[in-house]
């Protein structure tokens, strides 16, 4: 049984604390914190939507595009510098135009930032609206953007609210600042969806006037964050409640699990995530339930993990960053079973949430040199979606825009939309809210048909001298399996993925019998009933050189 969620006041799904910003981010922690986004209800529900329109892209909550992004390989566009920040938030895209909630300042007893609008091709301002406080996660649907402001004691409650803001112009259509603390909204069935810390809320979209409202569910109102998850016959809320997004009546409770987690949809379950400290460690948990009973379908729990961002939610997929410290890997669960589909290591430190398309999936964060000639970088990790396999790590160029000497920046979520690819960057590590906004910048990437430069194969290139890596064959497996004592019939995964050598390929004899019967970085084999299973991985480089590596499975 998973434990109940964290309050507010403690890590959130961002892996810091939404409400303290940047006094905590010190922490070791393997990942930034994570920004939000918004709902077009040109989209049809229940899919995920082409444009990067609210948190995790749509309302449904899976951080996977109906489309692609920089697909074969990114190209920058434009690059600004942000006066301020987008640290805890996700930018937004929606049918050509970039936005994005930019804190300003938050030192007590300011909390200050707007919403601004850009041309996505060129970066040109459209508009800003700097009336309200900082400003959440927007969400774009029809002709409004639809934003929260970040709750702080230091602004005066009259202006903490939700604003409903003209798309074309910026101007403030409606407000609602009853409440001073919100979750950040969902679109879906004509409604704004949301929650407060009264309980659970539906507005009308063109006005803003109350449809109906839940007492007492949402999160917010047993003093938790969790944001709001939406299809056309189920709303969804971190603190495990369904309602019926006709009435607001409660269709199923997850009645002795209050908290649960940031909600996801996909292939008729809930998938919940969330972040936690457990016996003095940091956990990362997942759930899967019924859409329509609540009833758990699968658990999944990644301990000793000290990364907490959002999941991403394919056709088959969950995918969630692993980040002990040390590395940071990426892992692919079975959207059914829960169980894994391949592990995959990352070469970034603060490794963000994943952001997937049609093909792929991308992950932000610094890069780790390989040696004392390289430096630390913002980039972006980009893996095959089905096998997880590495394809590209690219280093942004931030020439000519301000950066922490002492912090050097990392990449924040990337939000996707037709052929593009955006994201922010703030200085890694930092603990000093100034370097934050000081030095946070944002960039924009449009599609190449050949690599470009700051780009990274998987092996991170070639030897300092220009020659090929030397070609090393290596097998692992999860730290908490011994492959010589396991149970007849139990799954396990072995990764290729620390194999060096340039741009090698991966071939599997999982059956032992000489004959290469899979690909990719990774595989998954059966414990045989009685004798050993010697499994083989070969890999081979553009010049045709092969190495191999063998890993041995046992039962008990």
């Known amino acids: 049984m998973l434990e109940p969620k964290m309050s507010k006041n403690n890590l959130d799904h961002g892996g810091h604390n939404r409400r303290t910003f940047l006094k905590t981010v010190g922490i070791t922690l393997?990942?930034?914190?994570?920004?939000?986004?918004?709902?077009?209800?040109?989209?049809?529900?229940?899919?995920?939507?082409?444009?990067?329109?609210?948190?995790?892209?749509?309302?449904?909550?899976?951080?996977?595009?109906?489309?692609?992004?920089p697909v074969p390989y990114p190209m920058p566009e434009w690059k600004t510098d942000l006066n301020g920040t987008i640290f805890g938030y996700e930018p937004v895209v929606s049918d050509g135009t970039l936005y994005l909630p930019v804190t300003t300042e938050n030192s007590p007893p300011a909390n200050e930032g707007f919403v601004g609008a850009y041309d996505i091709e060129t970066g040109?301002?459209?508009?800003?609206?700097?009336?309200?406080?900082?400003?959440?996660?927007?969400?774009?649907?029809?002709?409004?953007?639809?934003?929260?402001?970040?709750?702080?004691?230091?602004?005066?409650?009259?202006?903490?609210?939700?604003?409903?803001l003209d798309r074309g112009s910026g101007d403030i259509s409606w407000s609602r600042t009853q409440e001073p603390d919100w979750a950040e909204t969902a679109v879906n069935n004509d409604l704004v969806l949301l929650a407060n810390t009264d309980g659970a809320v539906a507005l009308d979209p063109p006005t803003g006037d109350l449809v109906w409202e839940t007492p007492g569910v949402g999160g917010l109102s047993s003093g938790f964050d969790g944001f709001v998850?939406?299809?056309?016959?189920?709303?969804?809320?971190?603190?495990?409640?369904?309602?019926?997004?006709?009435?607001?009546?409660?269709?199923?409770?997850?009645?002795?699990?209050p908290i649960l987690g940031d909600p996801g949809f996909r292939g008729g379950l809930v998938v919940f995530i969330r972040t936690e400290l457990a016996q003095g460690q940091m956990q990362v948990s997942l759930e899967a339930r019924s859409e329509q009973t609540g009833e758990l379908e699968w658990s999944y729990v990644s301990p000793d993990n000290r990364w907490g961002g959002d999941h991403a939610l394919t056709e088959n997929c969950v995918?969630?960053?692993?980040?002990?410290?040390?590395?940071?890997?990426?892992?692919?669960?079975?959207?059914?079973?829960g169980e894994e589909k391949y592990r995959t290591e990352i070469p970034l430190n603060f490794a963000s949430s994943?952001?997937?398309?049609?093909?792929?999936?991308?992950?932000?964060?610094?890069?780790?040199?390989?040696?004392?000639?390289?430096?630390?970088?913002?980039?972006?990790?980009?893996?095959?979606?089905?096998?997880?396999d590495?394809?590209?790590?690219?280093?942004?160029?931030?020439?000519?825009?301000?950066?922490?000497?002492?912090?050097?920046?990392?990449?924040?979520?990337?939000?996707?939309?037709?052929g593009q690819l955006v994201a922010g960057t703030y200085p890694g590590g930092s603990t000093l809210d100034y370097e934050y906004l000081q030095y946070s910048?944002?960039?924009?990437?449009?599609?190449?048909?050949?690599?470009?430069?700051?780009?990274?194969?998987?092996?991170?290139?070639?030897?300092?001298?220009?020659e090929s890596e030397e070609l090393n064959a290596r097998i692992d497996a999860p730290s908490n399996q011994d492959l010589s004592d396991l149970s007849p019939g139990e799954k396990v995964l072995l990764n290729g993925s620390s194999s060096t050598g340039t741009d090698p390929t991966y071939e599997w004899d999982t059956d032992g019998d000489g004959q290469y019967d899979t690909s990719g970085q990774s595989v998954r084999v059966t414990v045989p009933a009685c004798t050993s299973l010697t499994v083989t991985l070969r890999v081979t480089n553009p010049n045709g050189d092969t190495d191999t590596a063998t890993a041995t499975v046992s039962p008990n």
């Open 30 to 69: 393997g990942a930034a914190g994570l920004e939000s986004t918004t709902v077009d209800s040109q989209e049809t529900p229940g899919t995920p939507a082409s444009g990067w329109n609210t948190r995790r892209g749509s309302s449904i909550r899976t951080g996977v595009i109906n489309g692609t992004g």
């Open 124 to 164: 040109t301002e459209l508009w800003r609206q700097s009336t309200f406080p900082r400003p959440e996660t927007p969400t774009v649907s029809g002709e409004e953007v639809y934003v929260t402001t970040e709750f702080s004691e230091s602004n005066q409650p009259q202006e903490l609210g939700i604003y409903a």
């Open 229 to 257: 998850c939406a299809t056309d016959e189920t709303v969804v809320y971190a603190d495990g409640t369904a309602l019926d997004p006709e009435d607001g009546s409660v269709l199923w409770v997850i009645e002795d699990e």
């Open 319 to 337: 995918v969630i960053v692993e980040a002990t410290g040390e590395t940071s890997s990426v892992i692919g669960l079975d959207l059914f079973t």
């Open 354 to 388: 994943p952001a997937g398309d049609d093909e792929r999936v991308y992950i932000g964060g610094q890069y780790i040199p390989k040696d004392d000639t390289e430096e630390p970088k913002a980039a972006i990790s980009t893996l095959e979606r089905s096998s997880g």
């Open 390 to 418: 590495l394809l590209w790590t690219y280093l942004f160029d931030d020439s000519g825009l301000p950066t922490s000497p002492e912090n050097p920046p990392a990449a924040g979520t990337p939000a996707l939309s037709n």
């Open 441 to 466: 910048n944002f960039f924009t990437f449009g599609t190449s048909e050949s690599p470009p430069d700051g780009y990274r194969p998987p092996n991170r290139g070639k030897s300092d001298d220009g």
